[in-house]
Structure formats: C-alpha cells, structure tokens
C-alpha cells in the first residue's frame, strides 16, 4: 500500500473508552491525513498535518485528536466524545501539503461493541 | 458548495469491453483531479491524475479526460479485465493553499466486471 502502513485492521471499542489508530510512512512525505469513509459516502477529512509538529482540523474534527512528533509517524484517537465511531478509517500521505498524489494505507475498521 | 458527484453508482461491462466511469464536479475553480480504485476492504489506490492545463492524459490502459466547459471527468479503462472489478471514484481540489487546499471526494461507482 504505498509504504503506508495502518493497525490494527480492525479494532473495537467499548464504551467511553478511547483507541488509537496507527499510522507509520516510509515515503519521506511532508503531509499526513487521516479520513473517515462511511457507507455511500465520499471520503471525509477528520485532520490533517502538512508538517511535523504541526495539524490542522479537517472537515469532522470533533471527537477524534491526533499527534505528529515525528515525520513518518501520525496516530489518530478517537474519543468517547465520537457518538459514532463505526466507519472504515483511512490514513494518507503526499509529499507535501499541495496539488499532489495522495497515497492511501489499507485501513483500519473500527466497530462498537 | 464544492461537490462531486458521479452519473452511474453501477456500471456493469463485459470482460474485454472498454469502460468509461463518469464524473461531474460543480466547483470550477478546481484544477487538480485525481482518479482512485478501491477493491472491497482495501485502501484507495492511486490510478491516473490529471492538472487542468490538460484536455487528456492516457496512463497503462487508462485515460482520462477532462471537460472543463462542462465541468466534467471521466476514466477510461480499456479492454477491462476481472481484477478492474472495483469502485472507482474522482477526487478534485481546487485550493489555494491552507485549509482549502484539500480533496474533494465523490461517492463513487462500483464496476462490475462480467466473464
């Protein structure tokens, strides 16, 4: 998957508990994104990070929160505060934050238990 | 608002037809497109890009082409093969920078590819 590498493939959460989703590069690029797909529905941009120590909020920030301490490395959480968890989560990298190919890692499936 | 959207969310083909996957964006500033194949459970992988300084780009087996008048995109896959079976779906951005500068998804069209 382009040197994008999530865990876990899947991963389940209880309730009011807090996970992480992993996501590691080797590609060397500037910018990293995490993205939410939902069933017929297009991607949606939850962060991104255009640089180390450095993110933005995205589209549907709210109840997920993100680091990026080193380069090839940008963990999402999402938080007891998201009320619906339930999705297929994608994370990106493009080596910088411009008009440039995003490339995608396998992604990690989160459910409810 | 942006928007993409495409025509078809099914499109059906017989195993060594060519196939022509549609997409029509709303916002008319966008100048960057991106087409993207996702098989079932997997990750988006990246197919062809096209700049709006462009009408055509062919890739390995691919084309898109690129309608600015009409705002509109499409992907070409000849001579489709079972392992095209997939979804397929556009992406533009047509930011300036900062949080603008981001993709644009659309929904997608599942291709389904009959032996």
């Known amino acids: 998957d382009g040197g994008i590498t999530q865990s876990p493939k899947y991963l389940f959460r209880k309730e009011g508990q807090n996970v992480t989703l992993s996501c590691e590069q080797n590609?060397?690029?500037?910018?990293m994104y995490w993205y939410r797909q939902d069933p017929g529905q297009g991607l949606r941009l939850i962060y991104y990070?255009?640089?180390?120590?450095?993110?933005q909020k995205g589209d549907i920030a709210e109840g997920y929160s993100v680091s990026r301490e080193k380069k090839e490395s940008f963990p999402l959480t999402v938080t007891s505060a998201q009320k619906n968890p339930t999705a297929f989560y994608l994370c990106?990298?493009?080596?910088?934050?411009?008009?440039?190919?995003?490339?995608f890692g396998a992604g990690t499936r989160l459910s409810v238990l | 608002g942006e928007s993409v959207g495409l025509h078809l969310p099914t499109l059906s083909v017989q195993e060594g037809d060519n196939s022509i996957i549609n997409c029509a964006y709303s916002?008319?500033?966008?100048?960057?497109f991106i087409w993207y194949k996702q098989e079932s459970g997997k990750g988006p992988q990246f197919i062809i890009d096209?700049?709006?300084?462009?009408d055509k780009r062919q890739g390995q087996r691919v084309t898109v082409l690129l309608n600015k008048t009409v705002k509109h995109l499409s992907l070409q896959i000849a001579a489709t093969q079972p392992g095209d079976s997939a979804v397929y779906f556009c992406?533009?951005?047509?930011?300036?920078?900062?949080?603008?500068?981001?993709?644009?998804f659309g929904t997608g069209t599942l291709l389904a590819v009959q032996p």
């Open positions: 990106a990298s493009s080596i910088n934050y411009g008009k440039n190919i995003q490339y």
């Open positions: 590609l060397n690029h500037d910018a």
């Open positions: 990070s255009q640089i180390v120590n450095d993110f």
């Open positions: 916002n008319s500033a966008s100048d960057y």
């Open positions: 096209i700049r709006s300084n462009m």
């Open positions: 992406a533009e951005n047509s930011g300036n920078g900062g949080a603008t500068n981001k993709l644009i």
